[in-house]
């Protein structure tokens, strides 16, 4: 069979020239037709950026890791699906078979989820709707700051029971020690270790010691260093009982707090021009490759005429 060269195929093709432009009008009509409202409904993309806050970086994830991964959580899905009703926005009925893996499929290609190169979130909503894609860029925002506060209300529960038995069990501490102090200062008048010590060796060094110096003497002989060693405890478990009920005060704080833990760089937009589809760039392609096409049968059928005239 002939072999065709460039400037051959292209006069062949110039002598059709009719043929393909008849084709790629066809094509043109078509694709604006297919393209059309009414056949391929447009859908707009609304899009905000996060950055995380009051979110403590767990092991070696950062902050934006977490709310990377706080937006991409099934609870997040779940939490938007019942909200918004998507089921029936989407019009996918629940009960038919596959439902789910249908709905999983369009809200993973209506949701998009990205990092930015400053280490912020970019989430893209597509919907037919911009109202809704903004809407439910808004209810996203809020949804991730619920479920952030369920997950850090549920540790802190967990903090505020653990410094509860620790605080208690300290106090039964103090108070224990402050009993037996207290018993020591009415049975044996010990009261400042220091101070007492002085006074009885003064007078003993003068030798002014009444019946009731003597009996505080033998006391401090006998019970000072105990006393000492019990009061030095005593002030120690204060201070500690003391930085347990700061950090106790600050995960109550924590707890019954209502913070964000999202800031927002930029809010859900209202979209004004449409995401897809692109009617330019569709008929564009349909007419090229009607064209290519055309051409490639006009080649085809010239050579297959010219072989069989042979």
């Known amino acids: 069979m002939e072999s065709f060269d460039t400037i051959t195929t292209i006069e062949l093709l110039l002598k059709n020239w009719k043929k393909l432009a008849i084709v790629s009008a ?4 078509f694709s604006i037709v297919i393209s059309s409202p009414f ?9 905000f950026v996060l950055y995380p806050t009051n979110i403590v970086p767990f092991s070696k994830e950062s902050g934006a890791e977490q709310l990377f991964q706080f937006l991409s959580s099934e609870e997040i899905k779940i939490d938007l699906t019942k909200r918004f009703d998507l089921f029936k926005h989407y019009e996918i009925d629940a009960t038919e078979e596959k439902a789910q ?11 998009q989820i990205k990092f930015t190169r400053y280490q912020s979130i970019e989430v893209s909503v597509i919907d037919q709707s911009p109202e809704f894609a903004q809407k439910l860029g808004n209810g996203m925002i809020e949804e991730v700051n619920n479920l952030i506060r369920k997950r850090k209300k549920e540790k802190y529960t967990e903090y505020v029971e653990l410094y509860t038995k620790q605080l ?6 103090i108070d224990s020690l402050e009993n037996k102090l207290k018993f020591m200062r009415l049975n044996y008048g010990l009261l400042d270790i220091g101070t007492q010590s002085k006074i009885v060796s003064k007078k003993l060094g003068k030798k002014d010691l009444n019946e009731s110096d003597k009996a505080l003497l033998n006391n401090l002989k006998e019970h000072g260093g105990e006393f000492a060693i019990l009061n030095n405890q005593f002030f120690l478990e204060l201070e500690n009982y003391k930085m347990l009920k700061q950090t106790y005060d600050k995960n109550i704080t924590d707890f019954n707090g209502n913070l964000s833990y999202t800031t927002i760089v930029s809010y859900p937009d209202l979209p004004d021009k ?5 009617r330019t760039v569709l008929v564009l392609m349909f007419m090229l490759s009607s064209i290519v096409l055309t051409g490639l049968v006009i080649i085809t059928k010239d050579k297959f005429l010219r072989a069989a005239r042979k």
């Not at 066809?26 to 009509?29: E, R």
């Not at 409904?41 to 899009?47: A, F, G, H, I, L």
């Not at 893996?101 to 949701?111: P, R, V």
Request: proline share 9%; charged share 25%.
């Open 26 to 29: 066809i094509a043109v009509v």
């Open 168 to 173: 208690n069990s300290k106090k039964n501490e």
């Open 274 to 278: 449409k995401n897809s589809p692109h």
């Open 39 to 47: 056949i391929m409904p447009p859908d707009y993309r609304s899009t």
């Open 101 to 111: 893996s249908k709905f999983n499929k369009l809200y993973n290609s209506n949701i």
